[in-house]
């Protein structure tokens, strides 16, 4: 059962609709890299790099990918001439929009097709294992969102982090 539903919201929900977006197909690594730029505007590589947990050249190879497709804009930082800062373009930012939205909608119109008393064992079932698999002291920096201003205060990553320091 986990095996399938795994597979349906990483495929189903995700990677269809990367494949579907905008000047071809956005890859898994450039669909986080484009989801951490929106949050951070004006990030450094490195930052990229330190967010999505690769090296250095990684992150530059996505970018260099993502500049060639025309979702992100590589500009000099004008307080160092030695680093870039990376923001999305405007039609990264549409298609990245475009996809979430796509995908939200989609979740939950599934969710809403459930009874009220089964959506409310889906919201306690997965607020009960995430609080079980963040316990593990690697498992919230591996799946951070890095959401940076989106962050919510009841972010179940945070929780755990604050438990893991008492």
Known sequence: MFDVFTRFMHRSLTLRLLGQAGKGAITWPQWE??????????C???DLAKGLLVSQPAATKLIDRLVLKGYTIREENPSDRRACRVS???VGMVVVDSIARQ???RLSGLVQQMDVRTQ???ANGLSGFLEKALAD???PEEVCLHCGPEHEPECPVSRARTALKE
């Open 103 to 105: 995908r939200n909608q």
């Open 44 to 46: 450094s590589v490195s």
């Open 88 to 90: 999305l373009s405007p």
């Open 120 to 122: 409310a064992a889906l």
């Open 33 to 42: 890299a484009l989801n951490y730029v929106r949050r951070h505007v004006g």
């Open 137 to 139: 002291k690697g498992t």
